[in-house]
Every structure is written in C-alpha cells, then in structure tokens.
C-alpha cells in the first residue's frame, strides 16, 4: 500500500460527458502528480501540483484541468470526455517538488471508459 | 525533448533462467534514472534510483547498472512472482524534473 488513495477505481462514461477523478496524497507529501496511462502511449505526464501551486504541466489536454486543496487532495476534472480519453489516470505524491531521490509514490489508478 | 526506449517489450522465461531489460536513453543532463514495477491494475511501484554512470544498485534478484546512455536491470534466477512490468523513467537536471517514462517491459516468468 503506497499511502495514495485515488476514487473511483472504475467509471463508465459517455462521450461528451464530465468526470471527476480525486486523490489523496501519502501523509506528508505536499507534491502531487497526474499521469495517463493508456496501451499505446505508456505514462504520459498530465500536470503537477506542489502545496496548492501549479508547479509543471505536461501534456494536458485544455479539456482537462486540475487543482490542488488546502488539504492537500487534489482533483483532475475531464470534460467533453472523447472516445480516446479511455485511459488509467494515476496519481503519484512526493515529498517535495523535485521528486530529489526519483520516488513517486503511485496510487492504485482511475480506469475511466468512455463509450 | 527526453526520451526513453525500452526493450525488448515483452519477454518471457523460464523460472531461474536469467536475463536483462535495456533501458536507453536521452536527456540533456541526467539528474537521475529510476526503476519502477507495475503489476497488472497496480500503481507503478518505485524500486531504485541511479545517479551516475558505473553505479549500481541491488534488490533480492534485481540488479540495476547504468551507463552513459542505457541501463540494465539485470534478473538473475526469476521467479514466478518476478512477472510484471517494468518501467524506467529519466529525471533531467534543470527544468520541471518531471520524470519521462518509457513503455515499460512486459516479463513473463513460467513455473
């Protein structure tokens, strides 16, 4: 168990329609990470956030957007959702910004289907 | 642009038949090139962190070496629970140190 809780494990969904995906970072980290996962694109890097802060964005679609809370959870919110936004979205936390030993600590992922 | 090719993409062995995965990469800079496994529906889940060409680190039958421009993680003697996937990701020096991650392999270990 990594410590990083993501909810919900599975959505079904249909095009067009918004999603919500939230994660709980381990105790302590101030740094999370969104990652897409699909079978042809391997991890791809969505956007960080560090204490409450956007820090780094990858490649984020504009119909995806992010936040960070006081509480230190954060939200990735998908929307006009696309047949190929069929993916595993996984967060990740870390203690800091620049991840200094390389260790992410990865939730168990969101499997979103978009029908 | 950073990138990270790793091969082969699937393997398959034998229990205690050894073997290694590549990881090759390119970055300007290297700050530091991790090592992760994802089991299927399972988060990546970190194993090592290499700094500097020559160094190595050891984990049970996992080894990981690293070179100027790949590194290896070497398996010696797998065992069925050694089947997972594994992933290597490079950290670049300067920048966001957003860790790019390549495709990963896909080991196989039969009984």
């Known amino acids: 168990d990594s410590g990083v809780t993501q909810t919900p494990k599975h959505l079904i969904t249909a095009t067009g329609q918004r999603v919500t995906l939230r994660c709980s970072p381990r105790s302590g980290d101030l740094s999370v990470y969104w990652y897409q996962q699909s079978l042809d694109q391997g991890l791809q890097f969505l956007i960080q956030?560090?204490?409450?802060?956007?820090?780094a964005k990858g490649n984020i679609l504009e119909r995806f957007s992010a936040q960070q809370f006081p509480d230190l959870h954060s939200e990735l919110n998908l929307s006009s959702l696309e047949l190929g936004d069929s993916a595993l979205y996984f967060c990740?936390?870390?203690?800091?910004?620049?991840?200094?030993?390389?260790?992410?600590?990865f939730g168990e992922g969101s499997r979103l289907t978009v029908l | 642009e950073d990138q990270v090719t790793q091969s082969p993409e699937a393997l398959r062995l034998q229990e205690g038949e050894s073997s290694s995965l590549n990881c090759s990469y390119t970055v300007s800079g290297l700050r530091g090139l991790f090592w992760y496994r994802q089991d299927p529906g399972k988060g990546p889940e970190f194993l090592f962190t290499l700094y500097s060409a020559g160094e190595e680190k050891e984990k049970e039958r996992l080894k990981a070496t690293l070179t100027k421009k790949e590194s290896f993680l070497h398996i010696t003697a797998p065992k069925p629970e050694d089947s997972a996937t594994y992933l290597c990701a490079v950290q670049a020096s300067g920048g966001s140190y957003i860790p790019t991650f390549g495709r990963g392999t896909s080991l196989i270990v039969h009984p």
């Open positions: 956030y560090y204490n409450g802060e956007e820090r």
């Open positions: 990740a936390s870390s203690l800091t910004g620049e991840a200094n030993t390389g260790e992410l600590f």
